[in-house]
């Protein structure tokens, strides 16, 4: 028997403990029932471990989040005991006893007074039923390992066209490597220069111009070789919504109809108060940095100070002076940082909010993404994105926050090693 497992490396390699049960955790229950319908020798290897690797197979993040029938009777049970807080020792002791006994026939052990929210940004604080374990991965998105329970319910196939976004000109230039690594996070400090100083101008045209310099060389440097088999594996490959379905956690694709309108009635209002339709308004909306951003947004390649824009944010009392110093202190690589930016003025402002409460607005420059390019067919015709729906060119997808190639692309050979 040993010898028959040997043949094969990876029946061979599963038959240590110790890596099974650590691939196990990768693994959902559709996962390893595939693995183990490979071969004979692997399906040999991992039934000898068939319970513990069931047990120890990938969970949803949220599969201790208490289910809301739990929760409604945890919060009957802790009443209760309110009630009988001022009743006889022998009373209250019984009472804590069913709480406990009825914890532990649900298999969870004690419910939390106050149970961490399964969404804490939608207000929600359990679970409807219990979460799958036969269906388990991570959201395409943001990476969050969820269920499909958990998982959004999926938008129907004709929703599909409106969730591309255009890419600015950098973006469509860089190779489609470029597009493979992974995203830039927000909290990152912009090197740009502050507006308040008096050498603003010519410490803008100087960071904008080392800026495309740098630009280039980073792009350059994407181009690196995939000779390796592991390679692809730590590259956040293309948009497979269209082939192989939305997998989304509810933080991620709780708005995506909203988003795909906004963004979709930004082009309508921008072809109506344009400067180029009659004799124009004199808006300048689409001149400069009013025109619709990259569709990467913060994550956008350009480095240069057209990415860059001014941003009016609320801003607490206590942060008011952190954010100050954290203005100042990623201005101060390529310009002088005025001394009074945490005095109120032009780049913080005091406003009497409702209730007589002061608030604070503090204007920073945040990386919002360079502006994109609008054809001429385009503002004829009133009808957008008409060269991403057709694949003509490169997009950008607004629901997994990946690149969505060309058919141009798809031809490259990097290509091959990327799940499409």
Known sequence: ?????????????????????????????????????????????????????????????????????????????????????????????????????????????????????????????????????????????????VCRNCAVKPLSNIRLKERLRRLCKTCLDAPIEAHFHGLNPPEDPIDVPPASSASSMRSERSFSGSSASDSVSRLESFEVSTHTFTSSAFLRGPCTCESRGVFLCAPCGG???????????????????????????????????QGQKCGRGASCLDTSSEAVCWVETDCLEDKSQDTADHDGHSLSRVGTPDSSSNKPGYLQQEVEGIGGVLKKKVKRRVKTGACTYEYADERESGKYLQRERTGAVRSWCGWCARV??????????CMDQMEV
């Open 255 to 289: 708005n995506l109809r909203a988003a795909d309108t906004t963004y979709q009635r930004v082009f309508t209002w921008r072809s109506r108060y344009s400067t180029h339709i009659g004799g124009g308004l004199g808006t300048g909306l689409g001149l400069g940095n």
């Open 1 to 145: 028997m040993v010898q028959a497992l040997t043949t094969n490396k990876l029946a061979a390699l599963l038959t240590c403990y110790p890596v099974a049960l650590s691939l196990s955790s990768h693994l959902d229950l559709n996962d390893l029932h595939a693995l183990a319908a490979t071969c004979h020798g692997v399906h040999a290897s991992l039934t000898q471990y068939a319970r513990q690797l069931k047990s120890r197979s990938l969970r949803c993040s949220h599969d201790g989040t208490p289910v809301l029938a739990e929760a409604l009777s945890a919060q009957r049970d802790r009443a209760n005991l309110e009630e009988l807080s001022r009743a006889t020792p022998w009373t209250q002791g019984l009472a804590a006893s069913q709480t406990q006994a009825r914890s532990e026939a649900t298999g969870r052990g004690p419910v939390p007074a106050q149970p961490t929210g399964l969404y804490a940004s939608m207000a929600v604080s359990s679970k409807i039923s219990s979460c799958a374990r036969d269906l388990v991965g991570p959201c395409r998105k943001c990476g969050t390992i």
């Open 404 to 413: 969505v190639p060309s058919l141009k692309d798809k031809q490259e050979p």
